[in-house]
């Protein structure tokens, strides 16, 4: 079995993304738990292999991979309603698993650890025949994602939840909930979506991380997760036109590069880059800009004269 390919494939969260079969959230108060597949002591918030719903890499508890701890456990105390829970906690990996699993590792996050991260994921996976579809399904635009969370950090750890919708492979809007802070009881997390484009979406993006994913995680820190939900429009939706008129230069860039629209709009011009998760990342009143300090990729920029926005994708090499 090729385990490799089911490790590589969660770089397809960005890059490689296939539509699911739903429309709604699936297990959003993480009452459905099944046996994993590789590792039958483990037991994975979804309804079992080849199916849409929550994944985690429990499966680097196999012994083909350095039986590693298991990550991502069933909670019945606390939970913020119902039966269950879910708890994620980085735990450290055996040196096998760590082997293969920094491969993977630099490329989405910029930099190799030794700790595992508590990851949890929605998509389906099917062991059976090493495929991999991120995401759900998801045609509208969302405005907001919302979760229940206690934290208990090690350190100065940090607890993320990102999100993204995607269409055909691009990014369309995201966000991002980080918190330090150890809490005493359950607490909402709100995720406002932020648009690049206008583009209607085809799926929704969503990964928890019991740890940083900027920076090494710290072994021992606890997320407990609940009753997810995401909000829909009720006003109006924003407008964005299409990339044609704005202009980037040079692009492919360095991260140092001019951009350029004409308007008749005496409007004060503002821009912002975002990555692909949706993250404003720089902001300035001036056409000139100044990434060169962020990792190579794919970016966004967005100008808004004050009455129209406008965005185009730039290179970062």
């Known amino acids: 079995m090729k385990i490799n390919l089911l490790i590589l494939s969660f770089l397809a969260l960005l890059l490689n993304v296939q539509t699911a079969n739903s429309q709604q959230l699936i297990n959003p108060d993480f009452e459905t738990w099944t046996n994993d597949f590789l590792v039958p002591s483990a037991m994975n918030p979804n309804s079992g292999n080849n199916t849409y719903g929550w ?9 083909i991979v350095g039986s590693s701890p298991i990550s991502v456990t069933r909670s019945t105390n606390p939970v913020q309603s119902g039966n269950y829970a879910v708890r994620l906690e980085t735990v450290v990996y055996t040196q096998t698993s760590w082997n293969i699993y920094k491969t993977w590792g630099y490329p989405f996050i910029f930099h190799e650890y030794n700790d595992t991260l508590g990851i949890l994921f929605n998509g389906k996976v099917n062991v059976n025949n090493q495929t991999f579809y991120p995401g759900i399904a998801c045609t509208q635009k969302l405005t ?21 919708l995607i269409s055909d492979g691009t990014p369309v809007a995201g966000g991002t909930f980080k918190t330090s802070a150890a809490t005493s009881g359950w607490q909402q997390a709100v995720i ?10 085809d799926t929704l993006l969503i990964l928890f991380s019991s740890s940083s994913l900027d920076y090494k995680p710290k072994a021992g820190s606890v997320l407990w997760i609940d009753n997810a939900s995401y909000g829909y429009p009720t006003g109006i939706e924003q407008k964005f036109d299409k990339e044609n008129g704005l202009s980037i230069s040079p692009n492919p860039s360095n991260g140092i590069f001019t951009v350029q ?25 001036s056409n000139k800009v100044d990434i060169s300090h962020s990792p190579k990729g794919v970016y966004f920029v967005k100008l808004s004269d004050g009455e129209k926005n406008f965005t185009k994708k730039i290179v970062v090499q």
């Not at 994602?145 to 750890?157: A, H, L, T, V």
């Not at 406002?192 to 979406?201: A, I, K, M, R, S």
């Not at 629209?261 to 009143?285: A, C, M, P, R, W």
């Open 55 to 63: 994944w985690d890499y429990n499966y680097f508890n196999s012994a």
């Open 144 to 164: 907001q994602f919302k979760f229940y969370y206690q934290y208990q950090p090690s350190g100065n750890d940090t607890a993320e939840c990102r999100v993204a």
């Open 192 to 201: 406002d979506f932020t648009y690049v484009n206008g583009l209607t979406p």
């Open 261 to 285: 629209f004409q308007t008749k709009s005496s409007n004060k011009q503002t821009i912002e880059v975002y990555n692909l998760l949706g993250d404003k990342i720089y902001s300035t009143i």
